[in-house]
């Protein structure tokens, strides 16, 4: 008799497929480029096409200047991204914890989550100057809030089957919080922290071009000096490495992650068939 878990091969290849959306979207956005590009809408020397912006970039990279620029900015990211994730996971769990101290702390987390980040600059550079510090600070500010609530919606949506489940075995109080509730909200803290990254990197594009320190060329400081310039192909040269990091870090970390979690609470597409 066959077994049951072989899987016919049509079975697998969307999900086989579905792995290279990335690489297909990526196309197609390089194709509406370059039709854009030759339509005469705009000047070469405004908006060239894929063709010179690449080799631009190719003799940055070369140059070094495209390692050294992401470095830095990588380099921010990943501290303000784990200060976030520090504080807006060390307010969730004290907050999912202690339904009084929610009541009155989660509108503030929810009107804070709704400020655009930009806005916390002109406080940040007064307080701080020109300095990594103010960077930091509105990174923090637009990323914490938005895991903080995450973990709240995750706690939220644990199904009340495994609570009661949990308190069959006798766990109670902080045992039924450690060993039910919190591992149950680990995927949805994840997408959380997820949302977290896109709110610290558009924080941090936004401070890199706001904040400029001298000594530290990055990937913000070559966009702001590119359109300073004129410089329409090494401005969007530099583009293409934030969208290109963007996409990496989904791709390679969050969704790598997600889909760890998701087979380890037996969430996956292989399980779900």
Same mark, same amino acid.
């Given at each position: 008799?066959?077994?049951?878990?072989?899987?016919?091969?049509?079975?697998?290849?969307?999900?086989?497929? +579905?792995?290279?959306? %990335? @690489?297909?979207?990526?196309?197609?956005?390089?194709?509406?480029?370059?039709?854009?590009?030759?339509?005469?809408?705009? %000047?070469?020397?405004?908006?060239?096409?894929?063709?010179?912006?690449?080799?631009?970039?190719?003799?940055?990279?070369? +140059?070094?200047?495209?390692?050294?620029?992401?470095?830095?900015?990588?380099?921010?990211?990943?501290?303000?991204?784990?200060?976030?994730?520090?504080? =807006?996971?060390?307010?969730?769990?004290?907050? $999912?914890?202690?339904?009084?101290?929610?009541?009155?702390?989660? %509108?503030?987390?929810?009107?804070?989550?709704?400020? &655009?980040?930009?806005?916390?600059?002109?406080?940040?550079?007064?307080?701080?100057?020109?300095?990594?510090?103010?960077?930091?600070?509105?990174?923090?500010?637009?990323? +914490? &809030?938005?895991?903080?609530?995450?973990?709240?919606?995750?706690?939220?949506?644990?199904?009340?089957?495994?609570?009661?489940? =949990?308190?069959?075995? !006798?766990?109670?109080?902080?045992? @039924?919080?450690?060993?039910?509730? /919190?591992?149950?909200?680990?995927?949805?803290?994840?997408? =959380?922290?997820?949302? $977290?990254?896109?709110?610290?990197?558009?924080?941090?594009?936004? !401070?890199?071009?706001?904040?400029?320190?001298?000594?530290? %060329?990055?990937?913000?400081?070559?966009? #702001?000096?590119? *359109?300073?310039?004129?410089?329409?192909?090494?401005?969007?040269?530099?583009?293409?490495?934030?969208?290109?990091?963007?996409? /990496?870090?989904?791709?390679?970390?969050?969704?790598?992650?997600?889909?760890?979690? #998701?087979?380890?609470? =037996?969430?996956?597409?292989?399980?779900? *068939?």
């Amino acid at each position: 008799m066959p077994s049951t878990d072989a899987q016919p091969a049509g079975a697998r290849a969307p999900f086989r497929l +579905a792995r290279f959306a %990335p @690489l297909v979207s990526v196309a197609l956005a390089l194709v509406a480029w370059e039709a854009v590009s030759r339509s005469g809408m705009w %000047p070469d020397w405004l908006l060239p096409g894929p063709g010179p912006v690449f080799r631009r970039l190719g003799e940055e990279t070369l +140059a070094g200047k495209t390692a050294e620029a992401c470095r830095i900015t990588l380099g921010r990211a990943l501290l303000g991204l784990g200060m976030s994730v520090v504080i =807006g996971g060390g307010a969730g769990l004290f907050l $999912g914890r202690f339904r009084w101290a929610r009541a009155a702390v989660a %509108p503030l987390l929810a009107g804070l989550q709704t400020v &655009p980040s930009v806005t916390w600059f002109p406080l940040a550079i007064l307080l701080f100057q020109l300095s990594e510090q103010a960077i930091q600070t509105v990174v923090v500010l637009g990323a +914490a &809030p938005c895991i903080a609530v995450a973990l709240l919606d995750s706690f939220d949506r644990v199904p009340p089957v495994l609570v009661k489940a =949990g308190r069959s075995l !006798g766990l109670e109080g902080f045992g @039924l919080f450690r060993h039910v509730l /919190l591992p149950a909200a680990m995927p949805g803290f994840v997408s =959380g922290v997820k949302q $977290g990254w896109a709110f610290a990197w558009r924080s941090l594009m936004a !401070g890199e071009l706001l904040v400029l320190i001298g000594d530290k %060329p990055s990937l913000g400081a070559h966009l #702001h000096f590119a *359109r300073e310039l004129s410089d329409a192909e090494g401005l969007l040269a530099w583009l293409v490495v934030v969208l290109g990091i963007g996409i /990496l870090v989904d791709v390679l970390v969050f969704r790598t992650l997600e889909d760890a979690l #998701h087979r380890r609470h =037996g969430l996956s597409r292989d399980a779900a *068939r």
